[in-house]
């Protein structure tokens, strides 16, 4: 699978990026988000949310975990697993339950379910790239392969 990478000068482009994804990504996907703290996958979740219709606040779900979104008939689970302490724990929210149903999941911090998440359809990595943001986009299966090249 080949790599994209686009350059994010300022969070307006990080926005645009979720409003890109917004269009590209089908009703059923598994999006991982990578990057340091700080790096931007909240704003990116928050953008690709907004783009999809969701007009009340975003929160992070850095202490819930997950929060989920019904946005017209989509479905979107927004996780943040930097708190997880055992990727066991991810049984007990129920994961299974969240990623067969026919709905949008996006993981920050997927490294700490190693082991208990499958593969995901597209990936994210951002990080820092002077004042801006370096994002690399690769896929892991077809219909990951057919978001990113709909993404301008
Ligand atoms: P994370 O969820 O990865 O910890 P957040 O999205 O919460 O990161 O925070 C990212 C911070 O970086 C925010 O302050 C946001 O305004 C800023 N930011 C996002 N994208 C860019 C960008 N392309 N260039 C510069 N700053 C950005
Ligand atoms: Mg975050």
Redesign the pocket.
């Given at each position: 699978t080949h790599v994209r990478t686009l350059e994010?000068?300022?969070?307006a482009?990080?926005q645009r990026l979720g409003s890109a994804l917004a269009r590209a990504l089908p009703h059923s996907a598994l999006v991982f988000?990578h990057?340091?703290?700080?790096?931007?996958?909240?704003?990116?979740a928050r953008a690709l949310l907004r783009a999809l219709g969701h007009e009340g606040a975003v929160k992070?779900p850095t202490y819930t975990l997950v929060e989920p979104y019904e946005i017209g008939d989509r479905r979107v689970f927004h996780f943040d697993l930097y708190r997880l302490a055992d990727p066991e724990e991810l049984e007990a929210i129920g994961l299974r339950d969240y990623l067969d149903g026919d709905a949008l999941c996006l993981i920050?911090w997927p490294e700490r379910g190693t082991g208990m998440l499958p593969s995901a359809d597209l990936e994210i990595a951002?990080r820092a790239a002077g004042?801006?943001?370096r994002a690399r986009l690769w896929a892991n299966s077809e219909r990951g392969e057919t978001a990113v090249a709909a993404i301008d």
């Amino acid at each position: 699978t080949h790599v994209r990478t686009l350059e994010l000068s300022d969070e307006a482009a990080t926005q645009r990026l979720g409003s890109a994804l917004a269009r590209a990504l089908p009703h059923s996907a598994l999006v991982f988000l990578h990057g340091d703290l700080g790096a931007g996958k909240t704003t990116l979740a928050r953008a690709l949310l907004r783009a999809l219709g969701h007009e009340g606040a975003v929160k992070s779900p850095t202490y819930t975990l997950v929060e989920p979104y019904e946005i017209g008939d989509r479905r979107v689970f927004h996780f943040d697993l930097y708190r997880l302490a055992d990727p066991e724990e991810l049984e007990a929210i129920g994961l299974r339950d969240y990623l067969d149903g026919d709905a949008l999941c996006l993981i920050e911090w997927p490294e700490r379910g190693t082991g208990m998440l499958p593969s995901a359809d597209l990936e994210i990595a951002l990080r820092a790239a002077g004042a801006g943001r370096r994002a690399r986009l690769w896929a892991n299966s077809e219909r990951g392969e057919t978001a990113v090249a709909a993404i301008d």
